[in-house]
């Protein structure tokens, strides 16, 4: 058996099921291998950003790693940006890097870079493997790695002579490490405090955005008073009819600084404490009060979950629904069309238990209120603010929940760093609907501008914020890629296309041209 039919073995041994790659010539005796090994789908992104993304969008979705297959350092950072949102999104995470063999490296040939320098950048473990023999332990390893809570990109280099040397048996599934338990002691100074009655928020990340555990959170504030909150941006959260309703950290500084206000504990559950995303010149950049106590009740590889509910029957906080989404949709809108208008359609006419993938940037500003009402959904963030996530995790998504409706709304700015996507929905039959938000322009970047006082700028300012001349034409770019795609510039248009798009199966995109 070689390195590489081991490698891959190994993997599938411990439950991993698709690969995405981008791969090249040190990867070729990795790609004769997949049909050696079964078990192992795989999935070809024209661009390792696309790979990257949709591994990430498969994380947070199968609670489970897939792998990539990178080429050398250039392919590796091209996939760098969505490697890096998935840092943000403590999504595990098997990133293997082909290399030159062991013997070639040090003549220097073209392909040569630091790949050590660029993974260091996002990933949690490293490895280059020594020989074709290390291979079992050194998947292994990456998957324990990969797991470990709460959840981390690891990454393998992999020599090519590793992967064609003769190695040895594939390793068993490995032992995986679960979160650390949260000491009583901890759950019971939080309770303390919840008991004072002073104002106090809760901030939720990881697991706590699911349905489990904002019903837990929802009895510990119903009984103590506290509010719930989640970060602006978050990996996975549930949302939607029946499921507890939360407030989100704005993403501009002074809301943000409103809604903290007068908080007199903030209790940090698996994340640390919020951070506005820049600082803005003139202005503050920490959000939590001076006066504020922080308490932390869970760190990220605690077990978070645990700990809620520990503090529930600690605090014995009833079963409560008063906080819950009722689940009663909008009404279609009519008329001109805002990007308001898009997700209120939206939330009146998706199916149950979609996936949002939330790349609209300026158009998504409030989608969390235009969309209540909506049936129950999974929501999906740009974790790490870096743009381009959109559609390669929704395509991931897709991937690892082929019974569910996917919904990727995307900005177009966004949209076009990795637009590739749309081929991979096509080729492997994915059931995506792409919503681009068309404004044609890099809208939120204006919106920094006038902050800085420039309403008006410039020729040559205005020229890099803006995505006119030529326009871009989405409906062709999708049919281009296979994917079949329409225009909307009214409420109606958009509705009409949005049913279809429902009604059929399959990857479409509707472009919104916004005013
Ligand atoms: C990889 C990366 N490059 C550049 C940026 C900086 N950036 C932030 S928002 C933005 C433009 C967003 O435009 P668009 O996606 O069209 O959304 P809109 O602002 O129009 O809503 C850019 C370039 C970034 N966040 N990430």
Known sequence: MTGAQSLLQTLVNGGVEICFTNPGTSEMHFIAAVDQVPGMRTVLGLFEGVCTGAADGYARMAGKPAATLLHLGPGLGNGFANLHNARRANSPMINIVGDHTTYHLRHDPPLTTDIESIVRGFSGWVRRSRSAEDIPADAADALMAAMTPPG??????????CSW?????????????????????TIRQVANVLRMREPVVILLSGTLLMEDGLRLAGRISHATGARIMGNRVNARSQR????????????????????????????????????????????????????????????????????????????????????????IRPPLPTGEITAEKVWRALAALMPENAIISDEGVSSSRDADNWTIGA???????????????????????????????????????????????LWTQARERLDVVTVIFANRAYKILRGELRQMGIADPGPKAAAVLDLGNPNLDWVKLAEGMGVPGSRAETCEDFTDHLQDAIRTRGPRLIEVILP
């Open 375 to 421: 049936p129950p959904h999974d929501w999906l963030n740009v974790t790490g603010g870096s743009i381009g996530q959109g559609l390669p995790v929704a395509t991931g998504a897709a991937l690892a929940c082929p019974g569910r409706k996917v919904f990727a709304m995307e900005s177009d700015g966004a949209g076009m760093y990795t637009l590739q996507s």
């Open 152 to 161: 981390q990109v690891a990454t393998l280099i992999l020599p090519a002579d």
């Open 240 to 327: 939607g009819a029946g499921r507890v309703v939360i407030e989100r950290l704005p993403y501009p500084i002074a809301p943000a600084l409103e809604m903290l206000q007068r908080t007199a504990h903030l209790i940090l559950v698996g994340s640390p404490p919020p951070v506005p995303f820049f600082a803005w010149q003139g202005k503050p950049n920490w959000i939590v009060p001076k006066d504020c106590r922080m308490h932390v009740l869970a760190r990220p590889e605690e077990d978070a979950l645990g700990a809620m509910q520990a503090l529930a029957d600690e605090l014995g906080a009833a079963t409560d629904s008063s906080s819950v989404d009722p689940g």
């Open 165 to 185: 040397n003769e190695s040895r048996e594939p390793g068993p599934a490995p032992l995986l490490p679960r979160p650390v338990p949260v000491e009583q002691a």
